[in-house]
């Protein structure tokens, strides 16, 4: 909750042409260190299926930005990054983390595109913490960063003045 009212709130107060949003995450079947670009966002903490209103459980991430992310980190997998408030609550999606979907969901309303990276730390099976490997997963994070933060700048320009000023947005998946 706390990185969506943040996100929020900078879009709010400054102009932003782009928000990357990065960090670690879990995976059952990849390896740590593995670099993941999120092809959608899922949201899993939706507990009431029956529910009559209606809500946005999944997003994508603006196509010139998952584009401009594919090129920029060519070894990176491209997949679902399912958001859950507890490790093991990704509801068998293959990459799970925290803060991702409110992030995208928060820049979504703001008319911002967003995209989401992560780095894999862990399997969320992995009950011992110890086992995890966050201090890999953080320094990968770092040169990860080093070389996307430049091409979203770089792309988020020129998506700019090719749709002349208007701004492309995650696009909400009804659930």
């Given at each position: ?22 960090g ?86 703001a ?37 996307a ?27």
């Amino acid at each position: 909750m706390e990185a969506t009212l943040a996100t929020a709130r900078a879009l709010a107060e400054t102009d932003i042409a782009a928000v990357l949003h990065v960090g670690i995450a879990g995976a059952t079947s990849l390896e740590t260190g593995t670099v993941v670009i999120g092809s959608q966002s899922i949201y899993c903490d939706v507990l009431d299926p029956n529910a009559t209103l209606p809500r946005v459980a999944r997003l994508t991430p603006a196509a010139w930005l998952l584009t401009a992310m594919r090129r920029a980190l060519p070894d990176a997998i491209v997949s679902p990054i399912a958001t859950a408030a507890r490790v093991g609550g990704g509801d068998g999606h293959p990459v799970e983390a925290m803060e991702g979907f409110g992030v995208l969901r928060a820049a979504a309303g703001a008319g911002v595109p967003a995209i989401e990276i992560r780095v894999i730390s862990n399997d969320p099976a992995d009950t011992d913490r110890s086992l995890w490997r966050i201090d890999d997963a953080v320094a990968v994070l770092h040169q990860t960063i080093k070389t996307a933060v430049p091409v979203v700048i770089e792309s988020s320009a020129a998506a700019t003045h090719i749709t002349a000023g208007s701004r492309s947005t995650s696009h909400e998946v009804p659930s």
